[in-house]
């Protein structure tokens, strides 16, 4: 199915501004974000631990940090790490897990805007992984890759993952189903998707089904970047040197990598 074929505006579902707020409280995503947050823990970390060598005891940042997926094992290491959202149950599931971890004393997460929020340290990295990026306009995501630097050491590196659009565009596809266990239960989650061309965005229909037949439906939205608008938007933040790779095992990029991870510095 072609990427045109599903861009006509008839079936363009509308999406509020800061729909994100809503969404993340409104679903059982952070299920769904667990399971997909798994796949990529090891692949990820070993991706750090190559390209983005630490020192002891570093101080790291973990912009839109989830459940705290990669910043509670790098607390584990023994790096102090700070970790922000806007969603209140990922920061309570963070600080809950760090507890259970014992590292609370070094990973700290704290319920705060991205687009205003800085570390309170000079930090030797700042990671923006799982898509956590493009959800508001230019204005707003420049902001945060403004502010992840404003963290950061003199120099140090900035991780951001985003998807490939080219390849996103050239084997698009409208509806994706997923089914994942959880402990109450099989989750179903269906996206139905198409591209609004005038904006530049990629809008996203959600439904999640519990194991107990329970429904709630959110909408999303994406900017739609391709790798030199991504490039040319760190370096407006102030970033010299940004490299590209297709994945996480530090793959070159190509019109048919699976993602878009930028490293700059």
């Known amino acids: 199915m072609s990427a045109q074929a599903d861009t006509t505006g008839a079936d363009k579902p509308e999406t509020e501004k800061n729909w994100w707020l809503k969404f993340y409280q409104d679903t059982p995503f952070i299920q769904y974000l667990d399971n997909a947050h798994q796949e990529d823990q090891e692949d990820i970390l070993a991706f750090l631990a190559e390209h983005t060598p630490l020192p002891e005891a570093a101080v790291i940042y ?32 963070a600080k809950r897990r760090a507890e259970i971890l014992k590292v609370q004393e070094r990973a700290h997460y704290l319920l ?11 930090c030797d990295l700042a990671v923006n992984l799982y898509t956590s990026f493009g959800y508001g306009d230019d204005g707003v995501n420049l902001a945060m890759i403004k502010k992840a630097r404003s963290s ?11 998807p490939n659009f080219y390849l996103v565009i050239s084997r698009f596809r409208k509806h994706i189903v997923r089914h994942i266990n959880t402990a109450a239960g099989i989750l179903t989650v269906n996206r139905e998707a198409v591209f609004s061309p005038e904006e530049g965005r990629l809008l996203q229909e959600w439904t999640f089904i519990e194991a107990d037949g329970k429904r709630s439906c959110q909408k999303s939205s994406l900017a739609v970047y391709l790798p030199h608008q991504i490039k040319d938007m760190l370096r407006q933040a102030g970033f010299e040197r940004v490299e590209l790779t297709g994945d996480f095992h530090g793959s070159p990029f190509g019109v048919d990598s699976p993602r878009c991870i930028a490293l700059a510095r």
Do not use: M, N, W
């Open 112 to 122: 705060a805007d991205a687009t205003i929020f800085t570390t309170p340290r000079p």
């Open 152 to 162: 950061l050491k003199e120099g140090a590196p900035f991780l951001l993952d985003f």
């Open 62 to 93: 973990d912009q839109c940090c989830g459940v705290g997926s990669i910043s509670l094992p790098l607390a584990g290491a023994g790096h102090t790490v700070y970790g922000t959202d806007l969603c209140p149950q990922f920061i309570d599931e």
